[in-house]
Structure formats: structure tokens, C-alpha cells
């Protein structure tokens, strides 16, 4: 009976409600949805109003003879009541160091330096101070409180020692001047470059600039450089400035011993739409050549011949390098410790100069970088539940974090991102998700960047006066050649042979170098679980296909623009050559990187 009663009431209750809910529709008429509909808009016009912005971004670099930079930004802002703090992150900054921090607004109140910053206090805590934070992976994050909202400016001030860096070749500034992470991004941002003494003048005459990630314009004025946008900066944009300085002009305390300027503008050049002014200088030269040997009715003969000689010229100097190379390769002394410090991707880089009438190798670099993953024990190979219930081998991404690992390659915290990303929460990658991560537009940005530390290059002159390395990276080579001849019974270290299984790879004798090891030591690879892991015959080969096919698309892809760009260079060869060179004119919205002081710090209002 009591829940007779209950369905009772409750039916009633329902059918009330629905008679509610029809009598209040009937009364919502014409005019009230207009004035709801008007009200809501407004409330979306002021929210979106009130939000924080960064309307004009100013930023001063003084430099100083010893490469030095005291620079000082300025930022006027609309601050809503979001957010307790504004802060500047600089990332990448080693061995350059943050220092002299002090803030002031528009009234011109000097902010309280409190030194080291917390970032979980209030809004009106951080009021009226600043500090700097020093975050484990090595960003720096100079910090202010935003205090009251309204119309505000802050002046932001701080010394970076040894920002210009001195190489054999060139003095350079290579700066990342508002990360790409920046939230809000300014509406309008002007970058300018001066000395601190009249001695310091900077003019097309003696120094270059260049810009990328943004849309504007790069001038010289009054013995100044100058980087200003010339249209609001989206979310993908960024202020990277790279700006090249006579010897002599100025003495950088921090020198660069193991690169050189130009190799870092190829690595900035990489994706951008600058094209190479020494290339069309050259360019220039064959076209008048050309138009002279058209003029006297023997441009078929001419080329044909030149042609010809040109390379028969090449292929006997190919051949001449290679055999001298190689004969070289046969006498250097045994080197048993890892090259370079383990550095792989420089070795490759030397394996790549000295492959004399080849094209670059980079799918053994990625094979390798992939086993000393696996050897780090930050990926694996075992055992795992399908979904039909039964157990596979599969690739396992086993550590997630790798933000504590500071000593590994930039290239290898990339792959590790694209393989974590691609796994998904389970951490488990099948090679359908790798393939499909791979085709996905929308991964197309990771991959590129991915491309860009992966495709460095080095010609071969750049090694004429770097004989011990030579002799590392060749000397460790004839050592893993001749393992079994060497005897290296002797070597218990399990640590150590896994080593020489991942290096093998790299120098394209791992089956070779497997074999040798079984000779010496059969029970090696069945005792030890991460060896027997870089062995894998099922598993890996799938995982590096699935890469191998994306980044030889894209190589393809790199040099087809390469050639689109040099053709649309020789149709503006005047202008695209002085901007290439660094003489001024308009920003480029792709490239940079390469490792610029500044990257990945982040900034903006939190």
C-alpha cells in the first residue's frame, strides 16, 4: 500500500512538472528571448573584454663589450582579476647566467626584490615584489606580482651574461625573446639591439640580424638592430632573434670551441623561408655566365662541356677522398671507450661528412637513439595481455618523466615525447598507433621539429683540424670491427657490452658485432634482459619501419622546398639575397632553433 502511495505522488509530481515546464515556455515570448538573447551576448562581449592583454611589449638589449646583455621590457597591459603574478621564463640558458633583477610600474614604485620567488602566495602578497625562480630543468622564471587590475605598466630589468658567444668563425647573439608559450602574446612587439659605448655601432656593413617565428621587419637604425612585428602575434608565434658580429668588434667571455656560426645559421635556416645568400650569390654569377654564352651562340656547348668536365672533376676527387679516407680508417689505433663522450648524433654527423658520394645516413641515428632508450631502461620490449587475451611481445614506453634525465640529447627527448604521445595512457605502442600517430596532420608540428634536431649536418672541412676526434670515432669503429680479434674476453661489464650493441648500430655493423659477442660470450644475451631486449627481431624492426617511412617522406618533402625556394630565389635575387645575408627586411615565420639561448622558458600571466 506504502508504495502504491509513493508511485502515486511521484506520477503526479511528473506531471506537474511537465505542465510547469509548458506554461513557462508559452510565456517565454518573441520579446523576452530577444532581451535574454541580448543580455547573453553582452555578458560574452564584457567577459571577453575583461580578459588580460598585452597591448605593446618593448624590449632594450644593451650590450657590452664582454657579450654581455643588461636588457630592460616593458609591457603595457590590460590585467583583469585573474591570476596573482606575471613572470618571464628563460629556458636553455647554460653557461650564461640571470642576474640583477628589478621591476617598477607606472607610477614608478621599484618593486621589492625578495630573492627566491613563491609562486603559491596570494595576489596581495605578491603585490609590489619580484623574485626569481630556478626550476629543476635548468628554466629560469623571473617573477613580479601583478597587483591591482586596470590599465598597467610594468619595467621589467635584468643582466644575462655572455648572450653574445663568440665561435671561430663569427661572434653571435641567439635568443629566444618571447617563447611560444607566452600567454597572452602582445598586439604589437619591438625588439631593439644596441651598444653601451659609441664604439659599439651596428650597421649592414658590419653585422647581420634575422628573425623567426614571427611576421615583421628587421632593420638597422642609427647604428641599432631592430626586430619589430607587423602584425598581432597568434598562438604559434614566438620572437626569435639571431643577430651575427664582426671579430674583434666585440670579446665575448664565453667561447664556443666545438661549433661554428655558420653551422648554427644552417640549423636556423632549417623550415625557414630564408634563402642562402651564398647560394645566390652564385646563383647570380652562373646566370650572367650563362647570358654571356647565350649572347655568343654557345650555351649548348658550353654547358655540355663544363658540364662534363665539372663531374668528372667531382667524381675524382670523390673517389680520391674515400680511398684516402678509407686506407686511413684501417690504421687508426683501437679506441674502446665511446666516442665523443656518447654523444651519437655528433658521430653520426662525422659518419655522415666523410661518406663521401652518399647521401646522409639518419635511420641508423634513429635506430640507435632507440636502443639507448631501451638501454636506459626508459622504453622496453616484454610481454603484455592483448586485447584477445593472449600474451605479445610489444614496445612499452616504461618511463613517462623524463625531465629529471638532464643528460640526454635534445633528439632523444624528442623521440620520447612522439612514442609517449603516441602509446597513449596504456604506455604500450602497437605499430598500427605509431603508424597512425605518424600520418596525423595534426602531429605534424612535433615531427618537424622532431626533423630538426635529427638532420644536422657537417661538411667535411669542418673536421681538417680535429684529428683526436677523428681518431675516436674511427678507432672505436676498427675496435668493434675487430672484436673478436681484439679479445675482449676480459670485459665483464654488462653496462659496457650493451653500449657497444647500441654503437654498433649506429655504425652499421651490429650483426657483425652480435655474432662476435655470441662467439665470445654465448650466454650473454640469454642472462641479461635489457641485452636480449636490443636483440629483438619481432618487435623493433616494425617500431623503426613505422619511423624510417615518416622522416623519408619527409626528407623528400625538405628537399623538394629546398628546391622551390632556390628557384624562387633566382626570381628575386636582389632583395632575397640581402635579407638572407642578414642586410634587413622581413622576419621569417618558420625555423630557428637549434639551440637558442631562451628556448622553452614559457612566460606570461598565471
Given at each position: 500500500?506504502?508504495r502504491?502511495?509513493?508511485?502515486t505522488?511521484?506520477?503526479?509530481?511528473?506531471?506537474?512538472?511537465?505542465?510547469?515546464?509548458?506554461?513557462?515556455?508559452?510565456?517565454?515570448?518573441?520579446e523576452?528571448?530577444?532581451?535574454?538573447?541580448?543580455?547573453?551576448?553582452?555578458?560574452?562581449?564584457?567577459?571577453?573584454?575583461?580578459?588580460s592583454?598585452?597591448?605593446?611589449?618593448?624590449?632594450?638589449?644593451?650590450?657590452?663589450?664582454?657579450g654581455?646583455?643588461?636588457?630592460?621590457?616593458?609591457?603595457?597591459?590590460?590585467?583583469d582579476?585573474?591570476?596573482t603574478?606575471?613572470y618571464?621564463?628563460?629556458?636553455?640558458?647554460?653557461?650564461?647566467?640571470?642576474?640583477?633583477?628589478?621591476?617598477?610600474d607606472?607610477?614608478?614604485?621599484?618593486y621589492?626584490?625578495?630573492?627566491?620567488?613563491?609562486?603559491?602566495?596570494?595576489?596581495?602578497?605578491?603585490?609590489?615584489?619580484?623574485?626569481?625562480?630556478?626550476?629543476?630543468?635548468?628554466?629560469?622564471?623571473?617573477?613580479?606580482?601583478?597587483?591591482?587590475?586596470?590599465?598597467?605598466?610594468?619595467?621589467?630589468?635584468?643582466?644575462?651574461?655572455?648572450?653574445?658567444?663568440?665561435?671561430?668563425?663569427?661572434?653571435a647573439?641567439?635568443?629566444?625573446?618571447?617563447?611560444?608559450?607566452?600567454k597572452?602574446?602582445?598586439?604589437?612587439?619591438?625588439?631593439?639591439?644596441?651598444?653601451?659605448?659609441?664604439?659599439?655601432?651596428?650597421?649592414?656593413?658590419?653585422?647581420?640580424?634575422?628573425?623567426?617565428?614571427?611576421?615583421g621587419d628587421?632593420?638597422?637604425?642609427?647604428?641599432?638592430?631592430?626586430?619589430?612585428?607587423?602584425?598581432?602575434m597568434?598562438?604559434?608565434?614566438?620572437?626569435?632573434?639571431?643577430a651575427?658580429?664582426?671579430?674583434?668588434?666585440?670579446?665575448?667571455?664565453?667561447?664556443?670551441?666545438?661549433?661554428?656560426?655558420?653551422?648554427?645559421r644552417?640549423?636556423?635556416?632549417?623550415?625557414?623561408?630564408?634563402?642562402?645568400?651564398?647560394?645566390?650569390?652564385?646563383?647570380?654569377?652562373?646566370?650572367?655566365?650563362?647570358?654571356?654564352?647565350?649572347?655568343?651562340?654557345?650555351?649548348?656547348?658550353?654547358?655540355?662541356?663544363l658540364?662534363?668536365?665539372?663531374?668528372?672533376?667531382?667524381?675524382?676527387?670523390?673517389?680520391?677522398?674515400?680511398?684516402?679516407?678509407?686506407?686511413?680508417?684501417?690504421?687508426?689505433?683501437?679506441?674502446?671507450?665511446?666516442?665523443?663522450?656518447?654523444?651519437l648524433?655528433?658521430?653520426?654527423?662525422?659518419?655522415?661528412?666523410?661518406?663521401?658520394?652518399?647521401?646522409?645516413?639518419?635511420?641508423?641515428?634513429?635506430?640507435?637513439?632507440?636502443?639507448?632508450?631501451?638501454?636506459?631502461?626508459?622504453?622496453?620490449?616484454?610481454?603484455?595481455?592483448?586485447?584477445?587475451?593472449?600474451?605479445?611481445?610489444?614496445f612499452?614506453?616504461?618511463?613517462?618523466?623524463?625531465?629529471?634525465e638532464?643528460?640526454?640529447?635534445?633528439?632523444?627527448?624528442?623521440?620520447?615525447?612522439i612514442?609517449?604521445?603516441?602509446?597513449?595512457?596504456?604506455?604500450?605502442?602497437?605499430p598500427?598507433e605509431?603508424e597512425t600517430?605518424m600520418?596525423?596532420?595534426?602531429n605534424?608540428?612535433?615531427?618537424?621539429?622532431?626533423?630538426?634536431?635529427?638532420?644536422?649536418?657537417?661538411?667535411?672541412?669542418?673536421?681538417?683540424?680535429?684529428?683526436?676526434e677523428?681518431?675516436?670515432?674511427?678507432?672505436?669503429?676498427?675496435?668493434?670491427?675487430?672484436?673478436?680479434?681484439?679479445?675482449e674476453?676480459h670485459?665483464?661489464?654488462?653496462q659496457?657490452?650493451?653500449?657497444?650493441?647500441?654503437?654498433?648500430t649506429?655504425?652499421?655493423?651490429?650483426?657483425?658485432?652480435?655474432?662476435?659477442?655470441?662467439?665470445?660470450?654465448?650466454?650473454?644475451?640469454?642472462?641479461?634482459?635489457?641485452?636480449?631486449?636490443?636483440?629483438?627481431?619481432?618487435?623493433?624492426p616494425v617500431?623503426?619501419?613505422?619511423v624510417?617511412?615518416?622522416?623519408?617522406?619527409m626528407?623528400?618533402?625538405?628537399?623538394?622546398?629546398?628546391?622551390k625556394?632556390?628557384?624562387?630565389?633566382?626570381?628575386?635575387?636582389g632583395?632575397?639575397?640581402?635579407?638572407?645575408?642578414?642586410?634587413?627586411?622581413r622576419?621569417?615565420?618558420?625555423?630557428?632553433?637549434?639551440?637558442?639561448?631562451?628556448e622553452?622558458?614559457?612566460g606570461?600571466i598565471?
Amino acid at each position: 500500500m506504502v508504495r502504491r502511495n509513493f508511485l502515486t505522488a511521484m506520477l503526479v509530481f511528473v506531471k506537474g512538472a511537465a505542465e510547469l515546464t509548458y506554461a513557462l515556455a508559452w510565456l517565454m515570448t518573441k520579446e523576452i528571448k530577444t532581451i535574454t538573447l541580448s543580455l547573453v551576448l553582452l555578458l560574452s562581449a564584457t567577459m571577453a573584454f575583461a580578459q588580460s592583454r598585452l597591448q605593446d611589449l618593448d624590449i632594450r638589449v644593451v650590450l657590452t663589450k664582454n657579450g654581455d646583455a643588461r636588457i630592460t621590457e616593458t609591457r603595457q597591459m590590460t590585467i583583469d582579476k585573474k591570476g596573482t603574478e606575471c613572470y618571464i621564463g628563460l629556458g636553455n640558458m647554460s653557461p650564461s647566467t640571470v642576474k640583477d633583477l628589478t621591476v617598477s610600474d607606472e607610477t614608478g614604485h621599484v618593486y621589492e626584490n625578495i630573492g627566491e620567488w613563491d609562486n603559491d602566495r596570494s595576489r596581495s602578497e605578491k603585490a609590489g615584489r619580484c623574485g626569481m625562480v630556478k626550476k629543476s630543468n635548468g628554466v629560469i622564471e623571473l617573477c613580479w606580482g601583478l597587483g591591482e587590475s586596470g590599465q598597467r605598466t610594468y619595467v621589467t630589468n635584468y643582466t644575462i651574461t655572455g648572450l653574445v658567444r663568440g665561435y671561430s668563425d663569427a661572434d653571435a647573439l641567439r635568443h629566444v625573446f618571447l617563447d611560444k608559450s607566452v600567454k597572452p602574446k602582445p598586439e604589437r612587439a619591438k625588439v631593439t639591439i644596441v651598444g653601451a659605448d659609441t664604439t659599439l655601432v651596428f650597421t649592414p656593413g658590419n653585422c647581420s640580424i634575422w628573425g623567426f617565428r614571427f611576421k615583421g621587419d628587421m632593420q638597422f637604425e642609427d647604428g641599432k638592430l631592430v626586430a619589430v612585428t607587423t602584425e598581432p602575434m597568434n598562438a604559434e608565434a614566438a620572437l626569435y632573434i639571431m643577430a651575427k658580429f664582426p671579430k674583434g668588434m666585440l670579446k665575448p667571455t664565453i667561447q664556443i670551441t666545438d661549433d661554428t656560426f655558420e653551422h648554427k645559421r644552417q640549423l636556423a635556416f632549417e623550415g625557414s623561408d630564408y634563402g642562402d645568400a651564398i647560394e645566390e650569390e652564385e646563383t647570380s654569377f652562373w646566370q650572367v655566365l650563362l647570358s654571356i654564352l647565350i649572347a655568343f651562340g654557345i650555351l649548348a656547348a658550353g654547358a655540355a662541356v663544363l658540364g662534363g668536365l665539372y663531374y668528372l672533376f667531382k667524381k675524382v676527387l670523390a673517389t680520391f677522398r674515400r680511398k684516402k679516407h678509407e686506407k686511413w680508417t684501417k690504421t687508426v689505433d683501437y679506441f674502446k671507450s665511446l666516442p665523443l663522450e656518447g654523444n651519437l648524433q655528433q658521430t653520426n654527423d662525422m659518419l655522415n661528412a666523410f661518406a663521401v658520394g652518399k647521401d646522409a645516413d639518419y635511420n641508423r641515428l634513429i635506430s640507435a637513439t632507440i636502443l639507448q632508450l631501451i638501454n636506459e631502461g626508459v622504453f622496453g620490449v616484454q610481454s603484455v595481455m592483448t586485447e584477445t587475451g593472449e600474451m605479445a611481445k610489444r614496445f612499452v614506453v616504461k618511463k613517462e618523466d623524463l625531465s629529471l634525465e638532464k643528460d640526454l640529447p635534445p633528439l632523444t627527448y624528442k623521440m620520447h615525447d612522439i612514442f609517449k604521445k603516441a602509446a597513449g595512457e596504456d604506455h604500450v605502442l602497437d605499430p598500427k598507433e605509431l603508424e597512425t600517430f605518424m600520418k596525423d596532420k595534426s602531429n605534424r608540428k612535433l615531427l618537424r621539429s622532431f626533423m630538426d634536431l635529427l638532420c644536422t649536418k657537417r661538411d667535411i672541412k669542418y673536421y681538417k683540424d680535429r684529428k683526436e676526434e677523428m681518431c675516436e670515432v674511427y678507432g672505436f669503429k676498427r675496435f668493434l670491427d675487430d672484436f673478436t680479434l681484439v679479445n675482449e674476453r676480459h670485459l665483464t661489464e654488462t653496462q659496457l657490452w650493451r653500449d657497444y650493441l647500441v654503437w654498433a648500430t649506429l655504425y652499421g655493423n651490429a650483426e657483425q658485432v652480435k655474432k662476435d659477442m655470441k662467439a665470445i660470450n654465448p650466454e650473454f644475451f640469454k642472462m641479461d634482459q635489457i641485452a636480449s631486449q636490443l636483440l629483438d627481431s619481432t618487435v623493433l624492426p616494425v617500431v623503426y619501419a613505422s619511423v624510417f617511412q615518416t622522416t623519408d617522406r619527409m626528407l623528400d618533402e625538405r628537399k623538394e622546398n629546398r628546391r622551390k625556394n632556390k628557384n624562387s630565389s633566382r626570381r628575386s635575387k636582389g632583395s632575397s639575397s640581402s635579407r638572407s645575408s642578414g642586410k634587413g627586411g622581413r622576419s621569417s615565420w618558420g625555423g630557428g632553433g637549434g639551440g637558442f639561448s631562451g628556448e622553452g622558458g614559457g612566460g606570461g600571466i598565471r
